[in-house]
């Protein structure tokens, strides 16, 4: 299972035991967090001043739906 995110698409019944929360439930936090992103990139780039040009630097290997899946996936199985 090396793309989890794929596997819960695939198969929604199974992302309660993936991730502790329903695929309806993921789905929604997933719209929620990339429009609270989108919001935070843009509130940073109006009060930056560039010295690069945009889309310089290094690209993040996990988009922000992998890292939140990641996040869930991890505190699912984290022991406590």
Do not use: W
Not at 8 to 15: F, G, N, Q, S
């Amino acid at each position: 299972m090396k793309n989890i995110i794929h596997y819960i698409h695939l198969h929604p019944k199974r992302a309660r035991g993936i991730l502790g929360i329903s695929y309806d439930q993921f789905i929604s936090l997933m719209e929620q967090a990339l429009l609270a992103h989108q919001e935070q990139k843009a509130q940073l780039e109006k009060g930056k001043l560039r010295v690069n040009s945009p889309g310089g630097g290094r690209k993040p290997k996990l988009t922000i739906e992998e890292e939140i899946c990641l996040t869930l996936f991890y505190l699912r199985q984290m022991p406590t």
